[in-house]
T-cell receptor, first 109, second 115 residues
Framework: DQQVKQNSPSLSVQEGRISILNCDYTNSMFDYFLWYKKYPAEGPTFLISISSIKDKNEDGRFTVFLNKSAKHLSLHIVPSQPGDSAVYFCAAQLDKLIFGTGTRLQVFP | DTGVSQNPRHKITKRGQNVTFRCDPISEHNRLYWYRQTLGQGPEFLTYFQNEAQLEKSRLLSDRFSAERPKGSFSTLEIQRTEQGDSAMYLC?????????????FGPGTRLTVT
């Protein structure tokens, strides 16, 4: 069973606009949630995390929101830049990381 | 370069052969993880070590797979009698076990193709 789900396989956003990537999870025992970015031919790169006791964490252009009652988290990128074009993975932690299937973000000029 | 390194980057092998991959973690990291990623999927956990102790193995890790981290530094993942279904990207990651967020840093992966 898929404990972490990213239902949108792709997203296309204009440069300068907001990108919103979504993730749903099923296990309320997860203690941390993380977002990773992956370029082709590279391993995933850690982007930002949030503890299950928080509802928001911000780092520069990246903000992660956690809604525990809905078991939903989202990553906001503002403003989006062409260099943000990559596959974004949501992951949830319980000793090990459980990843979603990824969302391919394309930022066009 | 002080990131996680993996060798080889690509491996093509015939069905039934054995293969071994190596991972060198970030030097001060005491946790080391192996993941497998197939097309259209996120990385799937295989196993992890804290220092030289292998603490958990996924049921994905059949008895044809074995991982070692003999001195708590680099790790090897061996697949015996490879099958076409083993074709995937094998990712290694390392982290510090701080008791807080386990922010794992990934290597570039080894792409295995079994023909």
């Amino acid at each position: 069973d898929q404990q972490v789900k990213q239902n949108s396989p792709s997203l296309s956003v204009q440069e300068g606009r907001i990108s919103i990537l979504n993730c749903d999870y099923t296990n309320s025992m997860f203690d941390y949630f993380l977002w990773y970015k992956k370029y082709p031919a590279e391993g995933p790169t850690f982007l930002i995390s949030i503890s299950s006791i928080k509802d928001k964490n911000e780092d520069g252009r990246f903000t992660v929101f956690l809604n525990k009652s809905a078991k939903h988290l989202s990553l906001h990128i503002v403003p989006s830049q062409p260099g943000d074009s990559a596959v974004y993975f949501c992951a949830a932690q319980l000793d090990k990381l459980i990843f979603g299937t990824g969302t391919r973000l394309q930022v066009f000029p | 370069d002080t990131g996680v390194s993996q060798n080889p980057r690509h491996k093509i092998t015939k069905r039934g052969q054995n293969v071994t991959f190596r991972c060198d973690p970030i030097s001060e990291h005491n946790r080391l993880y192996w993941y497998r990623q197939t097309l259209g999927q996120g990385p799937e956990f295989l196993t992890y070590f804290q220092n030289e102790a292998q603490l958990e193995k996924s049921r994905l890790l059949s008895d044809r797979f074995s991982a070692e981290r003999p001195k708590g530094s680099f790790s090897t993942l061996e697949i015996q009698r490879t099958e076409q279904g083993d074709s995937a990207m094998y990712l290694c990651a390392s982290s510090l076990a701080t008791g807080l967020a386990y922010e794992q840093y990934f290597g570039p992966g080894t792409r295995l193709t079994v023909t």
